[in-house]
């Protein structure tokens, strides 16, 4: 399957964190734009270390970015993948808003909830962003029964989604607005 706009991709069936991965290799100089995507992970993580559910049928993937911008403007990144994956969920037919700084929200009927949320670690100095790992969790078809204020996007629709279709949109939506805000 072709992804548009990335460079290389590691697709595991299981691991820890697609992040903790994606750091090691953005340490070792993985190349721009290097996916690293799980079917399942044992201790996914969201901003200030919450754990987050990644169970079987979601889609789980991080991003390693090697921007060519100040620090300064990592929070536009961050916003900039919150609002591609809530422009990506709208058009399977939900209801869906940013709850800055990283979450999305997701409603059909009276079902709402949190769909996704997304996590952003960089390194360099007040200067230069060496690489940018931005992680995503979207909630697909996964169980998502006893996580306080979860939704899947099968919850909401009645219907099952193929996570490969879900991030070839996403990819497809955030290339070109990747590309506006990092002309290189």
Not at 134 to 139: Q, R
Not at 144 to 164: D, F, I, M, N, Y
Request: hydrophobic share 40%.
């Amino acid at each position: 399957m072709h992804l548009p706009g990335i460079s290389q991709v590691l697709r595991l069936e299981e691991t820890d964190s697609t992040q903790t991965v994606a750091r090691f290799l953005a340490e070792q100089g993985a190349p721009d734009r290097t996916l690293v995507w799980a079917e399942l992970q044992t201790a996914g993580r969201g901003r200030l270390r919450r754990c987050w559910q990644s169970r079987r049928g979601g889609l789980y993937f991080s991003l390693i970015l090697r921007p060519d911008f100040a620090p300064t403007r990592l929070t536009e990144l961050n916003l900039l993948a919150a609002q591609t994956v809530a422009e990506t969920l709208a058009g399977a037919g939900v209801a869906t808003e940013v709850k800055p700084p990283n979450d999305v929200m997701a409603a059909q009927g009276r079902k709402r909830g949190k769909i996704c949320g997304i996590l952003a670690e960089a390194a360099g100095n007040d200067r230069r962003v060496e690489w940018l790992i931005l992680g995503v969790g979207i909630n697909l078809n996964n169980p998502v029964q006893g996580v306080k204020g979860a939704v899947s996007l099968q919850g909401l629709t009645g219907r099952c989604w193929e996570p490969a279709d879900v991030l070839k949109h996403f990819l497809e939506r955030f290339r070109p607005a990747y590309a506006r805000l990092n002309p290189a």
